[in-house]
């Protein structure tokens, strides 16, 4: 088959959400399997020391770096009317939003939306993350209008695609009520992971324990819960130590919060890390913690902690419960509640036979159903049943 892939940013742009590795694993994973993947995104004006597969084909269109904007629109138009004269595609694949232009003025092949979020999703998630005055004023002013554009953003993209596919079964149901005029079109096909990339062979080291959290570093991930239960834990564990690797706008606001409480020697902030140094930080941790008030789809995260065979502390919302199985893998907290976060912290520092059993659970469940093997294979068979329709 040949494929075209839409996205406004990837993991040469030194981003390592969720959107960005999935899109890295399955394009290499459909270029394995012998497919022709051509990859269409925004310019790489950050650069990168990441080695691009040379089994795909990535075109770094000339418009602002990892966003959706009026050049973006233009040029990916011009740049597949241009390629696809050369090389007709059977399968476009729009990550999000990002190939609505092309969709929409261009007949042939078959489309696939790959859903990572909806915009009812979104304004939820803004609204649980107010914390000031500032806050509400946003989210009235400013955050109410983009989930309009955001929705009708949706609408149409979906209304373009042949099938859209959600990274979680919690999101496909979200996204049935949500947009109920697209529910035939909906599948569930989640994220997964090379799991060769990672090592599984964890042993708890003497005299260090170490927490890791992974991804965007904003109030509506449940950062500042995290600094809190990790302070209270600190208290009577000094050996606890918490590893945030991860960008955004309030990275510095969390580095002074953690002076604040006093932590901030057994907090170490990383920053933005590029995806082929990510390992490094599953290997040296003893438990992944995720306490987010988002509703999330399912973060790439998860699949990777599994991956590493690590016991995983998450909140009980979204799709986070489609990933993680409460005393399989690791515990569900509730949202927003930094003591229950710090009660599974401790119980898992204090039980390392429970932690054994949620470390192989976390790898038993990355083999079976959070490979990148998995999840190609899932989306071969979704392309070859659309073009079985033709």
């Not at 269109?61 to 966003?67: H, V």
């Not at 949706?154 to 149901?173: G, N, T, Y």
Request: aromatic fraction near 10%.
């Amino acid at each position: 088959m040949t494929i075209c892939v839409f996205t406004r940013s990837t993991t040469f742009h030194n981003k390592s959400g969720g959107l960005e590795t999935q899109n890295k694993t399955l394009c290499e994973g459909l270029a394995k399997k012998g497919h022709k993947v051509v990859v269409m995104t925004t310019s790489l004006s950050l650069g990168s020391s990441e080695k691009v597969d040379s089994n795909i084909e990535y075109k770094f269109l000339d418009c602002p770096s990892g966003k959706y904007s009026r050049e973006w629109w233009t040029q990916s138009v011009a740049a597949y009317k241009d390629i696809s004269l050369k090389c007709p595609f059977d399968i476009l694949i729009s990550q999000s939003s990002a190939g609505k232009e092309v969709f929409s003025r261009f007949p042939n092949g078959e489309k696939v939306v790959v859903n990572h979020g909806t915009a009812f999703g979104e304004l939820r998630s803004r609204f649980n993350s107010i914390r000031s005055l500032k806050d509400a004023a946003r989210f009235f002013v400013k955050d109410i209008v983009s989930f309009l554009q955001w929705y009708l953003e949706d609408v149409r993209i979906f209304s373009l695609a042949d099938s859209i596919v959600c990274v979680s079964e919690i999101l496909k149901e979200q996204s049935m009520k949500q947009y109920p005029q697209f529910k035939n079109k909906f599948a569930v096909i989640a994220n997964g992971v090379d799991i060769n990339r990672f090592k599984y062979d964890k042993k708890r080291k003497a005299g260090q324990f170490n927490l890791l959290y992974v991804g965007r570093v904003v109030e509506e991930k449940g950062i500042r819960e995290l600094l809190e239960a990790v302070s209270v834990v600190h208290n009577s564990f000094p050996n606890v130590r918490l590893i945030i690797v991860g960008g955004g706008k309030d990275l510095d606001k969390f580095r002074d919060l953690s002076k604040m409480l006093k932590i901030n020697d057994v907090v170490n902030c990383v920053g933005e890390v590029e995806n082929k140094n990510i390992v490094e930080y599953y290997e040296s941790s003893d438990i992944f913690v995720y306490p987010s008030l988002r509703q999330e789809g399912f973060p790439m995260v998860f699949a990777e902690a599994m991956a590493s065979s690590l016991p995983i502390v998450a909140s009980n919302i979204g799709g986070i419960p489609s990933a993680v199985k409460d005393g399989v893998n690791g515990l569900l907290i509730k949202p927003g509640l930094s003591d229950d976060l710090s009660r599974a912290i401790v119980k898992l520092y204090k039980d390392s036979s429970l932690c054994q059993k949620l470390s192989e659970g976390s790898r038993n469940l990355a083999e079976t159903e959070y490979s990148q093997e998995v999840m190609v294979g899932s989306y071969v068979k979704l392309f070859e049943r659309l073009l079985s329709t033709r």
